[in-house]
DNA sequence: ATGAAAGCGCTAACAT
DNA sequence: ATGTTAGCGCTTTCAT
């Protein structure tokens, strides 16, 4: 005795399979009566309804496919959070895929997703290869690109410019006093939007005549151990920079703490400037540079695009959502006190 | 022109819909030439096959239905992580959500899921609500209960004793020479394996003797901030306690940032113990303590039981997979020469 | 190796 | 207010 249909709900009612389905879904034109009637039956047979049939028969679904790259740092699952809060009351579910940086995979996870039939689908980033974007452009559904603005969104985008971050900090850091500067990244080659960053952040060094005067760039993924140990080594490599930045915060706080090992004083002797302005930096025992990205917001506005986009809302809307992060944790007071003391040194 | 069906594939193929779908399923008895025409069409044309009808026609979904309650901190993303890696290759998908530490929510998005007919479905802890539980019993498929082993599971149970970590994490404490307690925490209310550590804690301490000096719990949820400024109050309500146990790691780190900014030497003033083994705690620059507690692991044994149960691997496997946390960070000479520095003084 | 018929559990559209 | 008919797109089963 398992898995009740609609059908014995309905007999067991003593209705039509027609009328149980109108009672359940609370339609309008059901006797009290009867619908108390159907409810009755339902709760006490434990029926649960066929989500298969339901959208087969009416060929609407409430599955909104999202793939991400990563879940090993917080910032995704911050995104997903985000989403997932964005469309609650909406009846709408979120499907959630990782790639793991690897662009075949994500083709065959959105491939897997699509045969779902998901009312629309969210991905990172605007770099997918052609075969992706062909993929995605048949499926005839909204398609939202999610934290980059650098390249040609397929429909809806919403996030923010790495390059402009990386112009924005690097000026900063500038303005704020610095000239020695350092890199420390990691998996560049599969994390694009890092990679803009870095592109960005070079392209103001050189409008100032500056550049890194020294890199230090790992394949493996971001971690906390990771910005540490290449930092332990830059610092014994180039002991007298005056900036490092870093591909994200996770590296930036591993940073910061092979500096108090080594006893260097930050941002006295170094600043440290990373991306995404994670609680963790803001925690921090000494202040460290970040740019403070909106990732929950990224992912409740497209979670409004979707719940827009379904609701058949025209195309009278934006696009495009630009979201600009704000730099935080430079005190250009740090690098007078530094050069004050260099000079009476 | 949109989203073909097979059985346009099919025609266009010169063949009929069931030749099809077998040449797509890549079933044995067909034609390699057929399959071939078959697979021609299928392409160009974008096919896409429906999962919806598929797993109606079939009565097999895929679909493994996956509730968390936070992605507010990297502990369960890490969990997803792990299930994900772990139904690669099944051909399984998991949709996963999110119940905000809600058991009311957590109810209705089981519901929800249920209604999507999983092959299985995975939750979080052992403390549901009877309702909760009827309903997964009802569905009359594999639920695995997650993280914690403190309770009656209903089927399938993967994690570790939160009550026995506690009392470990008090034990391997006081063995160090701690004496005078502090508790900072929050949420308990809602995050009850958070609560069975602080029982597990206090009931060690008991049988030393021992209890908490002083406590300071919040409704909110854990944050490295909050640890940070919770950690603040208490040290300047009580500054000679030796060892403080935090609710997890984030708020343990935030301890240590309290310390720091305060001037208290960790670990040879105050111990600092969490929970979890996150990567940050490993590059903190001093040394706290932790119970590793294997998430990803916890996922990927997660998954694999759910591809042996769907398999139909028979009844004869375990149905209660034990991890036991090992705990780090302590080193029991800074007591002494915290106790030495005492009595010289 | 291929095809035809039946049906998965539900809803849309049209009765009554 | 309720019932009837048809069909969503696929697989299963049984023919051939």
């Known amino acids: 005795m398992r898995k009740p249909t609609l059908e014995e709900v309905a007999t067991e009612a003593g209705v039509s399979k027609m009328t149980a389905s109108r009672a359940l879904r609370g339609a309008a034109d059901v006797s009290t009566e009867t619908r108390d009637r159907v409810v009755e039956a339902a709760t006490r047979m434990n029926y649960v309804g066929n989500r298969l049939a339901l959208s087969l028969s009416s060929r609407r679904t409430n599955l909104v496919a999202v793939v991400v790259p990563s879940m090993s740092n917080i910032v995704f699952?911050?995104?997903?959070?985000?989403?997932?809060?964005?469309?609650?009351?909406?009846?709408?579910?979120?499907?959630?895929?990782?790639?793991?940086?690897?662009?075949?995979?994500?083709?065959?996870?959105?491939?897997?997703?699509?045969?779902?039939?998901?009312?629309?689908?969210?991905?990172?980033?605007?770099?997918?290869?052609?075969?992706?974007?062909?993929?995605?452009?048949?499926?005839?559904?909204?398609v939202i690109q999610l934290m980059d603005l650098d390249g040609a969104p397929i429909d809806f985008n919403v996030g923010l410019s790495h390059g402009a971050a990386g112009e924005d900090m690097a000026e900063a850091l500038v303005a704020a006093g610095r000239r020695r500067f350092g890199y420390v990244g990691s998996a560049l080659a599969r994390?694009?939007?890092?990679?803009?960053?870095?592109?960005?952040?070079?392209?103001?060094?050189?409008?100032?005549?500056?550049?890194?005067?020294?890199?230090?760039?790992?394949?493996?993924?971001?971690?906390?151990?990771?910005?540490?140990?290449?930092?332990?080594?830059?610092?014994?490599?180039?002991?007298?920079?005056?900036?490092?930045?870093?591909?994200?915060?996770?590296?930036?706080?591993g940073g910061l703490f092979a500096c108090m090992e080594l006893g260097v004083v930050v941002p006295r002797q170094i600043l440290i400037a990373g991306f995404n302005g994670l609680d963790l930096v803001n925690s921090l025992p000494a202040p460290v540079a970040t740019s403070r990205s909106p990732r929950r917001a990224i992912g409740q506005v497209a979670a409004q695009l979707v719940r827009q986009a379904v609701a058949g809302g025209g195309d009278a809307r934006e696009k495009t959502i630009v979201f600009k992060p704000t730099i935080i944790g430079i005190d250009p007071s740090d690098t007078a006190a530094r050069t004050e003391q260099i000079q009476s040194s």
């Open 191 to 253: 994390d694009l939007r890092a990679g803009k960053r870095k592109a960005g952040f070079e392209r103001a060094l050189r409008a100032h005549g500056l550049g890194f005067a020294e890199q230090r760039i790992d394949d493996a993924f971001s971690s906390i151990a990771l910005g540490k140990q290449l930092t332990t080594a830059m610092l014994a490599a180039v002991p007298d920079i005056d900036c490092i930045y870093y591909s994200n915060d996770d590296m930036a706080s």
């Open 77 to 142: 699952p911050e995104v997903l959070a985000g989403i997932s809060a964005g469309l609650d009351g909406s009846g709408m579910q979120a499907v959630f895929g990782i790639s793991d940086y690897d662009m075949a995979k994500e083709r065959e996870i959105i491939r897997d997703m699509l045969s779902w039939q998901p009312c629309a689908i969210i991905v990172t980033g605007l770099d997918q290869p052609e075969e992706t974007v062909d993929l995605l452009r048949h499926a005839d559904i909204p």
